[in-house]
């Protein structure tokens, strides 16, 4: 499986963005890029997920590089609800890897009020 | 929609004994999927059900844990004996069919071994 790497925490004020990065520098051409994020004592929960273009959905937006090497999770305005492990993780479409998410450290945010 | 189910939400036993884990996915998802999640890591796919059928358990420690899914609905796991180590948050999980279909996730069962 293609590797991800996230920092291990990163801090924020509530309020105000928040740019969480992800490097994959192995990525292949029919990887797609997944985020999830887990709030305390809860599942993963799906955020948003892109192949080429820059995403966006009700909760975030996703930059990707041009050469696909790096991703960036926006959040426009951090809660202190969004307050958790933040996921990304490369999924194989191409079919051999019954498309499964693999699951790294992740990044903890930790929103200030 | 309703979520994925499971229960128990929180079990306590000693090693060597025995454990089950029953999980409802939502309704229409083929695929199911039983993730374990230790302390501090991030979640490790024990096995992954396509309707009733397996189509990846090669991480799933074989000599204690069983899964199954019969009638491709429901779901248990069970250990059997448990050990130490299977400390853990088990998360059900599912997903409709398609190879971008967002996994749904339930809120585990919180398995402390003593």
């Known amino acids: 499986d293609a590797k991800t790497t996230q920092p291990n925490s990163m801090e924020s004020n509530e309020e105000e963005p928040v740019h969480l990065p992800c490097n994959h520098s192995?990525?292949?051409?029919?990887?797609?890029i997944h985020w999830y994020r887990q709030l305390p004592s809860q599942g993963p929960e799906y955020v948003i997920h892109?192949?080429?273009s820059n995403v966006n959905n009700r909760m975030a937006s996703l930059a990707i590089a041009e050469d696909r090497k790096s991703s960036t999770l926006i959040l426009h305005r951090a809660t202190l609800r969004d307050a958790a492990v933040y996921y990304c993780?490369?999924?194989?479409?191409?079919?051999?890897?019954?498309?499964?998410?693999?699951f790294g450290k992740g990044t903890l945010l930790t929103v200030n009020p | 929609e309703a979520g994925v189910a499971q229960s128990p939400r929180y079990k306590i036993i000693e090693k060597r004994q025995s454990v089950a884990f029953w999980c409802n996915p939502i309704?229409?998802?083929?695929?199911l999927y039983w993730y374990q999640q230790i302390l501090g890591q991030g979640p490790k796919l024990l096995i992954q059900?396509?309707?009733?059928?397996?189509?990846?358990d090669s991480q799933l420690p074989k000599d204690r844990f069983s899964a199954e899914r019969l009638k491709g609905v429901d779901s248990t796991l069970k250990i059997q004996p448990a050990k130490l180590e299977d400390s853990a948050v088990y998360l059900c999980?599912?997903?409709?069919?398609?190879?971008?279909?967002?996994?749904?996730f339930g809120n585990g069962t919180r398995l402390t071994v003593t």
């Open positions: 999980a599912s997903s409709s069919q398609g190879s971008n279909s967002p996994l749904h």
């Open positions: 192995t990525i292949s051409g029919t990887d797609y």
């Open positions: 892109g192949l080429t």
């Open positions: 993780i490369l999924r194989d479409v191409s079919g051999g890897s019954n498309y499964k998410l693999t």
């Open positions: 309704s229409g998802h083929a695929t």
């Open positions: 059900f396509q309707n009733n059928g397996v189509v990846d």
